[in-house]
């Protein structure tokens, strides 16, 4: 048994992505593609914004922050399922798997208050246009993500410490395929009634807060795109929200599934929760930069100019 004066020998059995032998070949290249294109969509999407001065806006640049947090996500967990593919072992260190809590934790909440900031963000266009310069100012920006990671750190930190206390024997199975709080917790010889409770409170606040927020800042968006005279602004009003929306309604979908839903411990239910948390942690990063970017006209004029290598660095203007 171990707690939290383990030794760096103690190690952890992940349960990973399929028990059956004969799919690992077939994962191993999906996940690795998939991996590939999901690092190289997003960053395409960095690149693009921070090159061109035209898209030096607070929604796009809130955007860049978001496919920066989903390429630092998604590498948190596919690099070592990959790994343990190919070599067909399950094992991660103790102390490795407290470093991929912490950050899995952080990047995956920045998605979280992410997502609230650009509904904020769609908020005060539509609903205060003639003061959004104002309102949403470069210095304002920089702030809220930047509280934004501070947040998210301090509550990954909370999480850490409180598994860290723990107590684990040697040789369990995380029902897995990374290591995330629940099922940390499964596999624990100690009593993890405050980490439950703090699981509950602190982690139901992180999810269900800026949801509720978001759902807040769309009502009133509605009710003042429903004000406006023509169905041409009406579309151009909904056009700048439908991307957001769409993202949105997947991440926190999967999130909640996987941590809202309580499961049982039996087979089925392990790849059921394997396959909602590969939704929000590999699928949703991936599908990020194709929504955003095939809904946005903008944003696919940038990436050509990119593409093309004209570039736009003035960020003054």
Not at 60 to 66: C, G, I, P, T
Not at 110 to 139: E, G
Not at 285 to 309: E, Q, T, V, W
Request: net charge positive; glycine share 6%; hydrophobic share 50%.
């Amino acid at each position: 048994m171990a707690g939290g004066n383990q030794t760096s020998s103690f190690e952890f059995l992940l349960w990973g992505l399929s028990e059956r032998p004969e799919q690992q070949n077939i994962l191993f290249l999906l996940f690795l593609w998939i991996y590939m294109i999901t690092v190289a969509g997003n960053l395409l999407i960095v690149l693009a914004i921070g090159t061109d001065a035209r898209l030096h806006t607070p929604m796009y640049f809130f955007l860049a922050s978001l496919s920066c947090a989903d390429i630092l996500f998604t590498s948190t967990t596919v690099p070592k399922a990959l790994v343990n593919i190919q070599t067909q072992s399950r094992s991660i260190s103790y102390t490795g798997c407290l470093v991929q809590l912490y950050f899995f934790l952080t990047f995956g909440d920045m998605d979280i208050f992410l997502l609230a900031t650009m509904a904020y963000d769609r908020y005060v266009a539509i609903c205060h246009p003639l003061h959004y310069k104002m309102i949403m100012s470069r210095r304002r920006c920089t702030l809220l993500v930047t509280a934004c990671w501070i947040l998210t750190s301090l509550v990954a930190m909370t999480h850490t410490f409180l598994i860290f206390r723990l107590s684990f024997c040697s040789k369990k199975i995380i029902p897995d395929f990374f290591c995330d709080l629940g099922p940390l917790m499964k596999v624990s010889c100690s009593d993890t009634q405050v980490n439950e409770l703090v699981l509950l409170f602190l982690g139901g606040a992180v999810i269900l807060i800026p949801f509720i927020l978001i759902l807040v800042s769309y009502m009133h968006i509605v009710s003042a795109i429903l004000r406006v005279p023509s169905a041409q602004g009406r579309y151009k009003a909904f056009s700048t929200c439908g991307s957001h929306l769409a993202v949105v309604a997947l991440f926190f979908g999967t999130v909640i599934r996987a941590y809202l839903c309580p499961s049982s411990s039996s087979s089925n239910s392990i790849e059921e929760d394997t396959a909602a948390a590969v939704m929000y942690t590999v699928v949703t990063p991936l599908l990020n930069p194709f929504i955003y970017s095939l809904r946005n006209k903008d944003m696919k004029c940038a990436l050509g100019r990119f593409l093309r290598g004209k570039v736009f660095f003035s960020w003054g203007q």
